[in-house]
């Protein structure tokens, strides 16, 4: 890897049109619906009066698999979704025309043998030229350390508080959820397929992290938003486990003057998935 050819990697800027019914998709793909009369399940899955849930934007705007391109020179097969990043500057609209741009913005030497991260940076727009979000995606090339130059590393996310939770909200994953999301953004088989789980080392599909992040949000939404996700501003995390479908996700919250540190694991496992969680809340 060329920390050159990657800091300069030209995205084409992705220009689409999302429908409520993509906006439906993402909210069940993230557990929405599990209470079908619930008004604040219906607001997002039910085209009257609908809102987007505001973690959507990571699946919009999306430039595709781009390191796995052979002139980008990563060991492709050994990345990793470190942190995800989101800033919120406007409610997400249900519908309507998207534009994303991508950029990178960061790339990170650890070392020889310890890897290097690479932080791809998004806008997303909307029709109207008005900003919607700023994504922020930290990729983990675990073969690819011992570059010739390195940038200096952004602002580290902080790890949660060791005293006793402020707040907690336990969701249960869907069984079929990531047969659902993939169909959302990544439609990688190790989501779908129990032979390519197999081979990567998992006893079965694993829950892309990005959903296990969606559902984390409406964990925050509920219980420090009091079911209002138009005050979240902003979600950041790392990833530290995958989710297997099914397992219940628990979320606890720390309360901050601006919003909630967070931190998430399985309840089924006793494993953190989520760490150095930080959600950004408008009072």
Known sequence: MDYNTIKNWSFPVIDRTHTKK????????????????????????????????????????????????????VNWVKLVHGEQRLTIHRPLPPEGRIVGRSHISHVIDKGADKGALVITERTLHDGDGHHIATIAQTTF????????????????????????????????????AALIYRLCADDNPLHADPAVSSAAGYPRPILHGLCTYGVAARAIVQAACAGDATRLTSLNTRFSSPVYPGETLVVDMWRTPDGVQFRAKVAERDVVVLSHGFAGIQS
């Open 141 to 176: 090339c675990r073969g690819d350390g011992g570059l010739a130059q390195s940038d200096a590393s952004p602002e580290q996310l902080v790890a949660t508080p060791e005293r006793a939770p402020d707040l907690t909200c336990a969701l249960p994953t869907l069984p079929q």
């Open 22 to 73: 993509d906006s439906i998709l993402y909210a069940l793909g993230i557990g929405f619906g599990q209470e079908p009369t619930n008004p604040d399940h219906l607001k997002y899955v039910y085209e009257q009066h609908m809102q987007a849930f505001p973690t959507m934007a990571v699946v919009l705007g999306y430039p595709g698999f781009w390191m796995k391109d052979p002139k980008a020179g």
